[in-house]
């Protein structure tokens, strides 16, 4: 079984910066993909960033693409997202999910294609 810790949110200002880490225990990480999703207030979750564990591509929604760096470290066990010039509407709850199945080809960018998840961390940005 593997549990996923979330860290790193907080309130920032709008154009500031933050950086989530997930990290994993219960065993070492060596899923498909690992993403990066939030959920706004009112709103569905929805997904934000991916990357492939083996060999490192990595894949963004367009309202992220240019700001958010999704990146992961093997010996630490841990995937991070870099947050740069944060916007109002930035502001979610993010958590960090991985994708254990069997897969080839591309990284799965949906919710329900992630079998565990982390309790997710809240980001806010003020305007």
């Known amino acids: 079984q593997v549990q996923l810790v979330e860290s790193g949110g907080g309130l920032v200002q709008a154009g500031g910066s933050l950086r989530l880490s997930c990290g994993a225990s219960?065993?070492?990480?060596?899923?498909?993909?690992m993403g990066w999703f939030r959920q706004g207030p009112g709103k569905e979750r929805e997904f934000v960033a991916a990357?492939?564990?083996?060999?490192?591509?990595?894949y963004y929604a367009d309202s992220v693409k240019g700001r958010f760096t999704i990146s992961r470290d093997y010996a630490k066990n841990t995937v991070y997202l870099q947050m740069n010039s944060l916007k109002p509407e930035d502001t979610a709850v993010y958590y960090c999910?991985?994708?254990?199945?069997?897969?080839?080809?591309?990284?799965?960018?949906?919710?329900?294609?992630?079998?565990?998840w982390g309790q997710g961390t809240q980001v806010t940005v003020s305007s």
């Open positions: 990357i492939r564990w083996r060999g490192g591509s990595t």
């Open positions: 999910a991985s994708d254990t199945h069997m897969r080839w080809g591309p990284v799965a960018l949906s919710v329900p294609d992630y079998d565990y």
């Open positions: 219960g065993r070492t990480l060596n899923p498909y993909a």
